[in-house]
């Protein structure tokens, strides 16, 4: 089952986020390979995966008290840099364990995720929510921001 929710956080809580993820430069990101190779990357932050989190865990407070995870798996925000063209990820699973997940988007482009062949287009302010241990993959962006979303495993 797929859900897309736009507008999902107040414009005040939204733009705090945007703040912290898109319009600074103070995220410690780490280089991450796509599809294997060294010319296809993408930058993530882990805001929390077991009992690690970074000091930007509390931002998240806003997203966390509308999705009310029962437990929390990881939290992680992305960054998918612009490509001259839009490159399709490799499918993957998030885990291989039936849970929740949410992408929340926090800028408008023209990148996204496929779900079977469902494509949800990454949308400012707009949540995705999905069980991510089905098959899905990401794209890159040819918007000059980028591509940036929090993603959400939980049960």
Same mark, same amino acid.
Request: glycine share 4%; hydrophobic share 35%.
């Given at each position: 089952? @797929? #859900? @897309?929710?736009?507008?999902?956080?107040?414009? +005040? !809580?939204?733009?705090?986020?945007? #703040?912290? *993820?898109?319009?600074? /430069?103070?995220?410690?990101?780490?280089? =991450?390979?796509?599809?294997?190779?060294?010319? %296809?990357?993408?930058?993530?932050?882990?805001?929390?995966?077991?009992?690690?989190?970074?000091?930007?865990?509390? /931002?998240?407070?806003?997203?966390?008290?509308? @999705?009310?995870?029962?437990?929390?798996?990881?939290?992680?925000?992305? =960054?998918?840099? =612009? $490509? #001259?063209?839009?490159?399709?990820?490799?499918?993957?699973?998030?885990?291989?364990?039936?849970?929740?997940?949410?992408?929340?988007?926090?800028?408008? =482009? !023209?990148?996204? $995720?496929?779900?079977? +062949?469902?494509?949800? /287009?990454?949308?400012? %302010?707009?949540?995705?929510?999905?069980?991510?241990?089905?098959?899905?993959?990401? $794209?890159?962006?040819?918007?000059? #921001?980028?591509?940036? %979303?929090?993603?959400?495993?939980? *049960?």
């Amino acid at each position: 089952m @797929i #859900e @897309i929710i736009d507008d999902y956080l107040s414009k +005040k !809580d939204f733009k705090r986020l945007r #703040e912290i *993820f898109v319009d600074t /430069e103070t995220v410690n990101w780490n280089r =991450c390979k796509v599809n294997g190779t060294d010319k %296809n990357f993408y930058f993530t932050h882990i805001a929390f995966q077991g009992i690690h989190s970074s000091h930007f865990i509390h /931002e998240m407070n806003p997203l966390l008290d509308k @999705i009310k995870p029962k437990a929390l798996i990881r939290i992680k925000v992305n =960054c998918y840099p =612009c $490509t #001259e063209n839009i490159l399709k990820h490799d499918k993957h699973k998030d885990f291989n364990f039936s849970h929740k997940g949410a992408i929340f988007s926090l800028n408008d =482009c !023209d990148g996204g $995720t496929y779900i079977n +062949k469902k494509f949800i /287009e990454s949308k400012a %302010n707009r949540i995705l929510f999905f069980d991510p241990s089905i098959f899905h993959y990401s $794209t890159s962006t040819t918007k000059k #921001e980028g591509r940036i %979303n929090i993603n959400f495993n939980y *049960f």
